[in-house]
């Protein structure tokens, strides 16, 4: 079992202190620090930060803690505290930027073809707050519609998964042949070969618009800032000493 670092074990006491106090707390440890939409009446200006030490239940902080641990503990040796601590949260605020962009395209799409039907800002604001409507619309916009836009826009993202495929991708850079293994398919595959396997289905069910309950594109975010950042330290040398 590799000894975790102090950086790792704080990481993981923050988050489960957030776990367990939103347990107590409920939902409105949720509206206060859960990622929502910028132009949700619960947004607030923390919530890319916060979100990233919140969770939806007991498998998801497990699965989030364990990849930490596993992941980001070689990461770290190699590179710092300091330099993996930097590349952590921001492979998290890329995946709330990915999210939120990706949020902001649907939801405008939504409300563009509300506008076409006749529906001004107000009233549309005002259904995707209360979810109430005029079932006249019915005959332009159809239910799945409606019900699409109104929990992208009401939905809040929770988790540090952003930031652990961020981490997942920087792993499989720094150790390309590494082999892993799967809970339910216990084969060893090299992490060149395993992360870009999840990575891809998390594209898919992102782009198919398949209701999992995950955000996938903020899992494609975090990726993709990791993708970045890693990449260009390693090609570039960009050594740990910087950082002290």
Do not use: C
């Not at 503990?73 to 990706?102: C, D, Q, R």
């Not at 916009?141 to 009401?154: K, R, T």
């Not at 988790?159 to 042949?177: C, E, R």
């Not at 060149?192 to 898919?204: M, Q, T, V, W």
């Amino acid at each position: 079992m590799r000894t975790i670092s102090e950086t790792i074990k704080a990481l993981i006491i923050v988050n489960i202190i957030f776990f367990i106090g939103s347990s107590f707390l409920g939902e409105g440890a949720y509206k206060l620090f859960s990622l929502y939409y910028f132009e949700h009446p619960n947004f607030r200006f923390w919530q890319p930060l916060t979100h990233m030490f919140m969770h939806g239940g007991l498998m998801h902080i497990l699965f989030n803690m364990y990849a930490l641990w596993a992941f980001g503990s070689p990461l770290e040796m190699n590179w710092g505290t300091k330099k993996f601590l930097f590349f952590y949260f921001s492979a998290g605020f890329g995946a709330a930027l990915i999210h939120t962009l990706v949020n902001y395209y649907q939801i405008q799409e939504g409300m563009n073809a509300l506008l076409n039907i006749g529906m001004n800002q107000s009233e549309i604001m005002s259904m995707l707050t209360t979810g109430q409507y005029n079932s006249g619309i019915l005959e332009a916009v159809s239910v799945e519609s409606i019900e699409s836009l109104y929990v992208s826009f009401n939905t809040p993202a929770v988790g540090a998964s952003g930031a652990i495929y961020g981490v997942l991708v920087a792993f499989g850079i720094m150790y390309p042949n590494t082999e892993l293994m799967l809970i339910f398919l216990p084969i060893p595959i090299k992490a060149k070969y395993f992360i870009p396997i999840i990575i891809a289905g998390d594209l898919f069910f992102g782009i198919s618009g398949t209701a999992t309950g995950i955000a996938h594109f903020a899992h494609i975010g975090g990726a993709l800032f990791g993708f970045i950042m890693a990449y260009y330290w390693k090609k570039n040398s960009f050594d740990s000493h910087r950082w002290n």
